[in-house]
């Protein structure tokens, strides 16, 4: 009883222990003085702290008045400081992954704090080095149209937007000005503040070596925080740029090139943050307008704007600006968006698509020039119409070197119904009444030729018939399938059929990746394909389709190849084989037998239960094989007989033998079955062993010894303690007394019997916590 009493109670005993250890852990904090270092350690014997309840020092400082402090620590671990006030309320805390930049950064009132060093991490220690400075930032006045040299140092102060050196510039305007502030140097940042040291933006630094701000400020006083994003804190010289933002602006005509250049006097675009320059233009009345650049520097970008600096448009990575804009001026921000330096032509001119219409069944060769319209990618572009007058089935054809097609409505539009198809330079396709376009372009710019063919996909239609085989071959005047990648040839077939039957669909070829599509004989409307060339079906009463064609999926097959196949149209007959107890039959799998849904040859056994029963089936085979029961499931491969094992209830039953060969549709094969009403006991378990887990649990582990296992009964010290079925394979026993030997066995049972124990045995662990006893029985005396 007092055993059992203080199992319950010891939860409550260590927490009060544990609250005792750590009131008695805090000891007196370390005074520091202002402006002094110092070093530290943490080991898993050092206080623990109440913020992070992990291995902590803390330290102690007095301010005699208002000052901006730092607080910085070092170490080779992840560490965290937090800065308290004297009552040990949380002011402040950092908790940062670069070892080196765990910094606190402020201005504090006169009083006493306190700093709490911890680590992120628990069993994380070693060493750090704190320092407690004064945080004094050189400040210097500056003017307009300044470029200065300068460099942080270690006894440089400490910004507090970027927790490294730092120097301040401040500056006065007496209007309105845009400001252009550059900072050079190896990981540079900017900040601006206002005269209260408010935040106003903070530069945009992704691009390496230069930092930029740019805007437009009001008269005023502002500081600029000079700073850096080294992450080691490592001392580094800078060159800093203060300037009126002075961007050239340069009026060009239309239908002509102009030269530019971007270079370390060049303006800053306020859009990209990087070198720029205007142009301006005027057109007199509403057009097409195509905008190109051409430059050796990578990354470049153009921002389209209005008379009202309006954003219209924006391109990048060199593509160009294609845009209908009506009569009126405009301004091109011509910026290299990677701060890169560099020469730059601009072209502007209208942008004149060709519009040739194209007669169906016809073909012809064009040529890309220099005359010729801009695509969005900035490609060579030619357009190309046509009209149907009723629906029709439409093969697209282009051929040529870095060229594509994509289909737009006589909108303009680019019609979804293709979009799977764009990119592609054959289409095969059902199209309505209507009239379309033709967009022929290009992958990059190049003058080169071409040739576009618009014909009609007429399929040949045959008739099957139940039951039958057709040989056939893909010829050259062979229609296109609309449903394959790459439109290989096709041949139709039509069948119909006058009641609800169950069909198999084989499709055997000379060509890789055959397939067979099954359609509605009414809409032509894909109703089943499972991407193999056998389908599986069962079908109502109606008119259907066969499109027997090939893949070109990851250019395996050309797209004119021609081949023969042979096409099988069956009825599914899945006959029911009586099966007799305890005698072998011998089967076979054969291009006659019936078809799973999963497109598998398979044969069917019944039998008849006259009481509930214990039943195994056997199957032998040389072949990968599978058996079904109803929802149990058994596959093996031609190395292995397989086994289903399953207690069953007096009736009558239908199971399926098959051969599981996935991608081989036409797999034949022998076996031997033989299903028995009763079932040899289990066979014992193996590698039975125990993990000892604490003083009052163990767990024991094992492996089936024999698949028609149902389940285990477990022993401790000869006593049964737990029956579980085959689907476990580990036991956990609880309630043990520590330190004690114990005796365990797991027997597997099935229908048929049980199996010859497994016997075992273990000693429990000691109780780590045995020196309580002496309290628990005090205090239950």
């Known amino acids: 009883m007092q055993t059992l009493l203080f199992k319950l109670l010891r939860p409550l005993f260590l927490s009060f222990f544990f609250l005792i250890y750590l ?22 014997e050092s206080e623990i702290s109440p913020n992070s309840h992990n291995a902590s020092e803390y330290y102690t400082f007095t301010l005699t008045e208002d000052k901006n402090i730092s607080i910085s620590l070092e170490s080779d671990i992840y560490y965290k400081i937090y800065l308290l006030d004297n009552n040990g309320t949380i002011i402040k805390e950092v908790s940062k992954y670069d070892y080196k930049n765990n910094k606190i950064v402020m201005t504090l009132a006169q009083g006493s704090y306190k700093i709490d060093i911890t680590t992120v991490f628990n069993d ?15 400040t210097y006045n500056i003017t307009l149209e300044t470029i200065l040299d300068a460099e942080w140092t270690n006894k440089s102060g400490i910004s507090s937007n970027s927790k490294r050196y730092t120097c ?15 900072l050079d140097s190896s990981s540079p940042s900017l900040y601006l503040l206002d005269s209260s040291g408010n935040l106003i933006i903070s530069s945009d630094t992704r691009y390496g070596m230069h930092a930029k701000i740019v805007k437009t400020l009001k008269a005023g006083t502002y500081t600029i925080d000079v700073t850096s994003n080294n992450n080691n ?17 340069t009026e060009i005509d239309l239908n002509s090139t102009t030269e530019g ?84 032509s601009i072209f502007l001119h209208e942008n004149i698509i060709s519009h040739a219409p194209i007669n169906l069944n016809t073909s012809v060769q064009e040529e890309w020039t220099n005359t010729s319209g801009i695509s969005k990618s900035g490609a060579y572009l030619n357009y190309y119409t046509f009209t149907l007058d009723e629906s029709k089935d439409i093969i697209i054809e282009l051929s040529g070197s870095n060229s594509y097609f994509y289909l737009l409505d006589e909108y303009g539009i680019e019609i979804a119904k293709h979009s799977n198809y764009i990119f592609r330079n054959t289409l095969a396709a059902n199209f309505d009444a209507g009239t379309y376009v033709i967009a022929v372009t290009q992958n990059y710019k190049r003058e080169d030729i071409y040739q576009l063919s618009l014909h009609e996909n007429i399929i040949k239609n045959e008739i099957i018939t139940l039951n039958s085989t057709i040989e056939g071959k893909w010829i050259e ?62 079908l109502d009463a109606g ?12 250019n395996s097959v050309d797209k004119n190849t021609t081949g023969s196949f042979i096409l099988n149209l069956k009825e599914n007959i899945i006959q029911k084989i009586p099966i007799v107890f305890g005698v072998p039959t011998v089967g076979e799998w054969t291009t006659h037998s019936g078809v799973s849904n999963e497109g598998q040859y398979i044969n069917q056994y019944t039998f008849s239960l006259s009481e509930k029963t214990a039943v195994l089936i056997t199957l032998k085979s040389e072949n990968s094989k599978f058996i079904k029961l109803g929802w149990a499931n058994t596959y093996g491969d031609n190395f292995s007989n397989i086994y289903l094992v399953k207690e069953l209830d007096k009736g009558t039953y239908t199971f399926d033998v098959g051969i599981s060969e996935w991608n081989k549709p036409y797999q034949t ?74 005796s365990y066995s797991v027997v597997a049972y099935n229908s048929a019997g049980e199996s010859e124990a497994v016997a075992g045995s273990f000693k429990t662990k000691k109780d780590d916590y045995a020196w309580l006893i002496p309290i628990q029985q005090n205090i239950l005396n």
């Not at 301040?168 to 550059?182: A, H, R």
């Not at 800078?238 to 050239?248: D, M, Q």
């Not at 229609?479 to 009641?499: A, D």
């Open 669 to 742: 094969g022998n076996y031997e079955l033989l299903i028995e009403a009763t079932v040899k006991p289990a066979l014992p378990i193996k590698n039975l062993n125990t993990e000892l887990i604490n003083a009052y649990n163990s767990v024991i582990k094992w492996e089936k010894g024999s698949s028609d296992t149902v389940g285990y009964k477990i022993y401790l010290n000869n006593k049964l303690v737990a029956d579980v079925n085959a689907s476990k394979n580990t036991y956990t026993l609880n309630g043990l007394e520590p330190n004690s030997k114990y």
């Open 168 to 182: 301040y510039y401040t500056f006065t305007l007496n209007e309105t000005t845009d400001i252009l502030i550059d």
């Open 233 to 249: 804190d490592e001392i580094d010289i800078y060159t800093l740029r203060f300037k009126i933002n002075t961007i050239s602006t």
């Open 124 to 138: 994380a220690y070693g060493s750090f080095t704190l320092s407690l400075k004064e945080n004094i930032i050189e």
């Open 261 to 344: 250049t971007w270079n370390l006097a060049s303006g800053i675009s306020p859009l990209s943050k990087q070198y720029t320059n205007y142009y301006t233009f005027t057109i007199d009345e509403d057009i097409d307008i195509a905008i190109e650049i051409d430059t050796p520097v990578r990354n470049t970008r153009m921002y389209l704007m209005d008379s009202n600096n309006t954003l219209l448009y924006e391109s990048n990575n060199g593509n160009p600006i294609l845009k209908h804009l009506p009569a009126g001026t405009y301004m091109i921000d011509v910026t290299s968006y990677m701060r890169h330096t560099g020469d730059f």
């Open 477 to 538: 005047s062979d229609g296109i399938s609309p449903y394959t990648y790459e439109h290989g040839y096709v041949k139709r077939y039509t069948f119909t059929l006058e009641k609800k039957i169950d069909i198999v669909i084989d499709l055997n070829s000379t060509i890789d990746h055959s397939r067979v599509f099954l359609l509605d004989g009414d809409t032509q409307e894909v109703i089943f394909n499972n991407g193999y060339s056998r389908i599986v079906r069962t």
């Open 23 to 44: 009131h008695a852990s805090v000891a007196s904090p370390i005074a520091i003085d202002l402006n002094s270092t110092t070093t530290g350690v943490l080991t898993d």
């Open 543 to 554: 008119t259907y389709m066969l499109d027997v064609t090939y893949s070109n999926y990851y």
